[in-house]
């Protein structure tokens, strides 16, 4: 007996080239897919922040009592804050609401890795996009607290699906070098001028309700991009619908007016791809569970960082607009030197490098005076730069390391633990109103633990995009080697 040889994806597709005009249509418009999913996360910052406010205190006297005549709040914006009276004893609502968006992120980061892997890429894409957009829109018309949080759930599971599912449709559509262009100069700025778009739209409309109307229109205009981006031919090959995977990179070929091969794939050399695949086979081999469980871990503290410290952007001192909009221009400046970076150094040495710089900036925050809020800032600022770096790398760097058999449940378990951090990120902040370094002290130490785990996975530089499991890289030798077939589904035959 032999084992059956699987050709290479990337090989057998190499006449498309790398940037024709199929590969820039899909770039562009997945990347610009991101912009909506940018803003969605973070506008809890300006949808929840609490006004200034002070007691009603219409009647005067010399008595000290329970504030029952309710609160007057500043006029500059109008939130959620106080459209409830989200103070004082029900303060614990503005971070648990937020919780609530984490959990309905953690759901979609679960199941939508399920429904891709099982009914494609694309209709997963625009269905979670449309989810996201529709309860924006209702969500601007909450009757209620209640009503908000459900909403906000529902919102949380559309945005980060509708943000894997592109990641994962972009990455699986091109090759090596068009891919890691994509995932950080295009998927990974999309997100970051959504992001610092929000500060813009906050500004002018000062409104919670408009801000969300204003936030959801955006995903209408993808509706006519439907008979534009396909399905993922790798997905197509993984199914076994070689035909289909045919007609996609034939209509490819068709746009980038280059000449077609009589025949791009050959069922048998699908075969293995065929096979069924579950959450098991992350864990079956000794370099998928090596792979597995370092990436876990980093990803639940790249996840908290990131977004414990884009969130506590309300909470630091000055206007919150400005700073807001520099917490986004830190991003977009770290995605780019990130970019530049990563043709140059390992990929474990990058991610290190980023979460060490993040972790120690945080930590030397402990050693400022309280009286230098701009020296305070700025470290803060230069710690997000760090863990956005990380944040949008570790995109790139665990789309090489897990296989396409399994790559959508891989990522899917990963960033379903980053949400489970993300969940009590809310409740690391609100430790600030005691001590306002504490939580950038708990963000740095969690990032020096992530950045010393990171040094245990493969460099998968100049690497092609594994196909199965056996094809995945050792994370104890530092090497990429075939791992020995002990899933079911890829066996040899005779």
Known sequence: SASLL??????????????????????VLLSLSAVPCGY????????????????????????TEPCV?????????????????????????????????FVGVLIGSFISGQLSDRFGRRPVFFCTMALQTVTALIQAASVNWVMFCVLNCLRGLGQISNYITSLILGSEMLNQS??????????????????ALLPLFAYFIQGWRMLLVAAAIPGFLFIPTWCVIPESPRWLLQKGRVEEAELVVRKAANWN??????????????????????????????????????????????????????????????????NCFLSAVIDLVAYIATWLLIKRAPRPVLLFSTLMFCGIMLLIMKLVPEDMDVVSQVLALLGKMGVSGAYCFIYVFFTELIPTVVRNMGLGIASTAARISSIICPYVIYVGVYNKVLPYLIF???????????????????????????MCCSTARHTCREDKPQ??????QS
């Open 178 to 195: 068009t891919r890691v262009n994509f995932t950080l100069l295009g998927h990974s700025l999309g997100f970051g001028i959504g992001y």
């Open 444 to 470: 740095g130490t969690i990032s020096i633990m992530a950045a010393v785990v990171s040094v245990l996975l493969p460099d998968t530089r100049n690497n092609k995009l594994p196909d199965l499991i056996k």
């Open 69 to 101: 005549d309710g609160w007057i709040y500043s006029t500059e914006r109008y939130t959620i804050v106080s459209e409830w009276d989200l103070v004082c004893d029900n303060a614990w609502k503005v971070p648990f609401s937020t919780s609530l968006f």
């Open 40 to 63: 969605m996360g973070v506008i809890v910052v300006f949808v929840s922040d609490t006004p200034e406010h002070h007691c009603n205190t219409a009647g005067l006297c010399n008595e």
């Open 257 to 322: 007016r280059v000449p077609v091969p009589e025949v791009i794939f050959r069922a048998r050399e699908c075969s293995d791809l065929m096979q069924t695949y579950t959450y098991m086979d992350l864990i079956r081999t000794r370099n998928m569970r090596n792979i597995t469980i370092s990436g876990v871990f980093i990803w639940m503290s790249v996840s908290m960082v990131f977004y414990g410290l884009s969130l506590n952007t309300s909470n630091l001192n000055g206007n919150i607009y400005l």
């Open 6 to 27: 699987i050709k290479d994806f990337d090989e057998l597709t190499s006449f498309l080239g790398d940037y024709g005009l199929f590969q820039i249509l899909m770039i």
């Open 487 to 492: 899933s079911t589904g890829e066996k040899t």
